[in-house]
């Protein structure tokens, strides 16, 4: 039991002196950090620029320009840099010049003074000498959008109409040198397969590359289209010859084709053959052979895969 109680005081006396150690231990490396961070050191950083003051009229484009700046100061500062990116501030009313083609910064006109680092710092150098800044002026576009979209209807489906985008344009604003040159956008590749209702299905929109300097009225569209069960019809419709020469009389075979398209069944009892008209050209004549070709000069604008079933008409010159 005393041999027991020995062991654990023994235990407990070095759990101590560990805890002591390893406290003195940090205690020493928070001094040693102290230490490095009070000493001071020269050291260059790039720092973002903060455009301030811009001219209403004009926007600058977002060029990936920085400064690097030499520094003097203590590990405090430095370690705060490093922390969050620098940042410095270039005033397009006092600090750039206007020239033809972008605002000219140049390190002799502002040098900065050391206006924007506390008395801490001490500014050694920038680097470059110069920035240009493009700009641009504001211009206001509204292009259309072009719909890539694929659908796979269930048999006996399809859209009555057309496909649509909502809205069918967009309206683009930024400097005219980039919005001058996009005349239409894109959108992402999209398929619908076993379509048989109406359509409404929200899609992206392909941009540009780099246009953080534009703006969009809209990132996305919704595709519609109105689908509807279909059918198919056919008629017989009476042939017509025209561009006859005067003196010249034809007969011909047969008087009559059938016609073949495919309508929605709510519109299939208001097509007849009065909205149909079939021609052959005479002057379209197959040359050394007495056949013309049949052709539509009106159809109906419901009908969808209009056909003419025969693709010949047989003719003869009679005086």
Same mark, same amino acid.
């Given at each position: 039991?005393?041999?027991?109680?020995?062991?654990?005081?023994? *235990?407990?006396?070095?759990?101590? @002196?560990?805890?002591?150690?390893?406290? #003195?231990?940090?205690?020493?490396?928070?001094?040693? $950090?102290? *230490?490095?961070?009070?000493?001071?050191?020269?050291? =260059?950083?790039?720092?973002?620029?903060?455009?301030?003051?811009?001219?209403?009229?004009?926007?600058?484009?977002?060029?990936?320009?920085?400064?690097?700046?030499?520094?003097?100061?203590?590990?405090?500062?430095?370690?705060?840099?490093?922390?969050?990116?620098?940042?410095?501030?270039? /005033?397009? @009313?006092? /600090? %750039? /010049?206007?020239?033809?083609?972008?605002?000219?910064?140049?390190?002799?006109?502002?040098?900065?003074?050391?206006?924007?680092?506390?008395?801490?710092?001490?500014?050694?150098?920038?680097?470059?000498? @110069?920035? *240009?800044?493009?700009?641009?002026?504001?211009? !206001?576009?509204?292009?259309?959008?072009?719909?890539?979209?694929?659908?796979?209807?269930?048999?006996?489906?399809?859209?009555?109409?057309?496909? %649509?985008?909502?809205?069918?344009?967009?309206?683009?604003?930024?400097?005219? $040198?980039?919005?001058?040159?996009?005349?239409?956008?894109?959108?992402?590749?999209?398929? #619908?397969?076993?379509?048989?209702?109406?359509?409404?299905?929200? *899609?992206?929109?392909?941009f540009p590359e780099n246009v953080s300097d534009l703006k969009f009225s809209d990132d996305?569209?919704?595709?519609?289209?109105? !689908?509807?069960?279909?059918?198919?019809?056919?008629?017989?419709?009476?042939?017509?010859?025209?561009? !006859?020469?005067?003196?010249?009389?034809?007969?011909?075979?047969?008087?009559?084709?059938? %016609?073949?398209?495919?309508?929605?069944?709510?519109?299939?009892?208001?097509?007849?053959?009065?909205? #149909?008209?079939?021609?052959?050209?005479?002057?379209?004549? $197959?040359?050394?052979?007495?056949?013309? !070709?049949?052709?539509?000069?009106?159809?109906?604008?419901?009908?969808?895969?209009?056909?003419?079933?025969?693709?010949?008409?047989? #003719?003869?010159? =009679?005086?």
């Amino acid at each position: 039991m005393i041999k027991k109680i020995k062991s654990e005081i023994l *235990t407990s006396i070095k759990n101590k @002196r560990i805890n002591v150690f390893v406290l #003195f231990l940090l205690f020493a490396f928070i001094i040693l $950090i102290f *230490t490095k961070l009070s000493k001071e050191y020269t050291n =260059t950083m790039a720092f973002d620029i903060e455009k301030i003051n811009i001219p209403e009229e004009n926007v600058i484009l977002n060029d990936s320009v920085m400064l690097n700046i030499t520094l003097k100061t203590h590990g405090f500062k430095w370690l705060r840099y490093y922390i969050s990116k620098p940042k410095i501030k270039i /005033d397009f @009313r006092n /600090d %750039v /010049d206007k020239k033809e083609g972008g605002f000219l910064w140049n390190k002799s006109k502002a040098y900065l003074n050391n206006t924007q680092f506390d008395e801490q710092v001490e500014l050694l150098n920038i680097s470059p000498d @110069r920035l *240009t800044f493009r700009y641009g002026v504001n211009l !206001v576009k509204k292009v259309p959008v072009k719909l890539n979209a694929t659908i796979n209807f269930e048999p006996g489906y399809d859209i009555s109409d057309k496909l %649509v985008s909502d809205p069918d344009s967009i309206v683009v604003i930024g400097p005219d $040198i980039l919005v001058s040159k996009i005349n239409l956008l894109e959108t992402e590749e999209t398929i #619908f397969n076993d379509v048989k209702s109406n359509l409404k299905e929200r *899609t992206n929109l392909k941009f540009p590359e780099n246009v953080s300097d534009l703006k969009f009225s809209d990132d996305n569209v919704v595709i519609k289209a109105h !689908v509807e069960k279909f059918t198919e019809g056919t008629l017989k419709i009476p042939v017509s010859i025209i561009n !006859v020469p005067k003196g010249v009389r034809l007969k011909y075979f047969p008087k009559e084709v059938n %016609v073949s398209y495919y309508i929605s069944l709510s519109n299939f009892n208001s097509v007849t053959n009065k909205d #149909f008209k079939v021609v052959c050209d005479y002057t379209k004549a $197959i040359e050394n052979q007495s056949l013309l !070709v049949p052709e539509f000069m009106k159809f109906p604008k419901t009908a969808k895969n209009i056909k003419i079933n025969q693709q010949r008409i047989e #003719f003869i010159i =009679t005086k």
